[in-house]
């Protein structure tokens, strides 16, 4: 941990700043987590040691709970396992991720001691738990899950205080960092990285956290200067400064008074009207359209947790109709209709509409995130992916390429999401090379392809980039 240094930054407590110059794409640490466990909902889905997504995985034959792709998994989190595995056999049923997240990281520490590597810059005593600032509900669950982990705990294993105990709870409840599967798109569980935990928020921030091969890895997304401190961005910049503010408040129990906070910066685009020629519409028709949209995305919500999609579709289309003409394109719930309508149409095989809002979508990220943005990258993916899907190989390979750009930053080389996009440009631009050689051979290819080889249906929508701007677990 040569490359930072743990300081007392203004206004926040402790942080981590550069203890020498970095550039964009650099790795500034890597680290593997204190522990992690699968969430309730996949635990049957994805290998309790490597997280990866397998369709066929072997059971546990002594607690029949935990879940591998083979025996060499199996070994490997034996270690992690053994105690759970005793536990939930006596215990006689499963408990939630939380208590087996916190139950796996006191057995940690009670066999390894605080420190469990000469690279941990903190111990989990002098880590934030918030308890005192919890409100009430959540003050309910917690003594819920104190009771429940009380009863799981075993009596072979060493006591514990309740004072100890509800810290490690306040301490993964703010500090939880979500688990992603083998390809990075899909949130599947939650660890603790206590490095990670010391790095502080900023909403535009100097660096990205990916999790990569198992680790995650702190990078860089533009120079940083040596002591520079180090920040990274703990909810989706795509709200306005009041809703950030109002959710760190709530989730991170802070007041953010970053520069972007403070002085509201983009918030007049991202809920502005359309400019044409000149011409803005009115306030009271912007206002009037927003809270239109607003109710329209309910709407859709509910339309699309019922898995209706074609009526998500009408929903999407009947919104946009209404609004496109009075809403800025950086108005971020006409952002959420048209990233939507993208997704679905897509999963519905209809291309070229869905790259025709992809595209939209896109340019109005450009305008508000970072250039290094990691969601700014997946949206440039997907819409490179439609587009291609479309015919469209011109548009679909530069918008590849400029994803691919961004993801060598944010993700590294090594990632899997970078390696298909690697592929996805090589191929794209060998079908561009053949499309201006000769657009009939090419598309006249194309159609017999797709003939002899049909699109299969995608995967039911879910949208790529909610696993980049969700990396901080919150407990629901």
Not at 105 to 117: A, H, N, P, Y
Not at 225 to 238: Q, R
Not at 339 to 346: D, G, I, R
Request: with cysteine; aromatic share 8%; proline share 3%.
């Amino acid at each position: 941990m040569e490359n930072v240094a743990i300081f007392d930054s203004p206004g926040k407590g402790r942080g981590l700043k550069a203890a020498k110059e970095f550039w964009a794409g650099d790795v500034i640490f890597s680290e593997a987590s204190l522990s992690a466990v699968v969430f309730d909902s996949h635990a049957e889905r994805i290998c309790h040691s490597c997280f990866r997504r397998q369709e066929k995985l072997q059971r546990c034959g002594q607690c029949k709970f935990a879940h591998y792709c083979d025996r060499t998994c199996q070994r490997a989190g034996w270690a992690e396992h053994k105690q759970e595995c005793s536990a939930i056999k006596a215990y006689g049923k499963v408990p939630n991720e939380n208590i087996r997240l916190v139950s796996r990281i006191m057995w940690r520490i009670d066999k390894e001691g605080s420190l469990v590597s000469d690279l941990q810059l903190t111990t989990l005593d002098e880590l934030e738990d918030h308890l005192n600032d919890m409100q009430e509900d959540d003050l309910k669950e917690l003594k819920v899950d104190i009771h429940n982990f009380l009863d799981y705990w075993p009596r072979t294993s060493k006591q514990h205080t309740i004072d100890d105990i509800s810290h490690i709870f306040g301490v993964i409840n703010c500090n939880g960092f979500t688990v992603s599967d083998q390809r990075g798109l899909q949130a599947v569980g939650v660890g603790l990285f206590p490095n990670l935990c010391l790095v502080n928020h900023d909403c535009w921030p100097n660096c990205t956290v990916i999790l990569n091969h198992g680790r995650i890895e702190l990078r860089s997304l533009g120079k940083i200067a040596e002591g520079e401190e180090l920040t990274v961005a703990y909810v989706d910049y795509l709200n306005v400064s009041e809703e950030r503010q109002r959710l760190l408040k709530t989730q991170y129990f802070f007041d953010c008074t970053c520069e972007h906070c403070t002085n509201k910066t983009h918030d007049d685009i991202k809920m502005g009207g359309r400019e044409v020629e000149g011409v803005k519409p009115s306030d009271e028709q912007v206002k009037e359209a927003t809270d239109y949209c607003f109710d329209m995305m309910e709407k859709m919500d509910k339309a699309r947790l019922n898995g209706d999609y074609h009526e998500v579709v009408k929903i999407c289309r009947q919104c946009i109709e209404k609004t496109e003409p009075i809403l800025a394109e950086t108005h971020i719930y006409q952002l959420r209709m048209w990233s939507t309508m993208s997704e679905v149409q897509a999963y519905l095989q209809y291309f070229e509409e869905a790259a025709d809002f992809a595209r939209k979508m896109v340019e109005g990220y450009k305008k508000l995130y970072h250039p290094n943005n990691a969601a700014l990258g997946m949206a440039a993916m997907r819409a490179g992916v439609t587009h291609w899907q479309a015919g469209l190989i011109e548009v679909g390979h530069g918008m590849i390429c400029k994803a691919y750009a961004i993801l060598m930053i944010t993700h590294g080389p090594t990632h899997p999401i970078t390696k298909d996009l690697e592929a996805m440009r090589m191929q794209t631009e060998m079908e561009l090379r053949m499309f201006k050689q000769n657009e009939y051979v090419y598309h006249s290819m194309r159609e017999a392809a797709l003939k002899n080889k049909p699109m299969t249906m995608l995967h039911e929508p879910k949208s790529v980039e909610e696993g980049i701007k969700n990396l901080f677990h919150r407990r629901k």
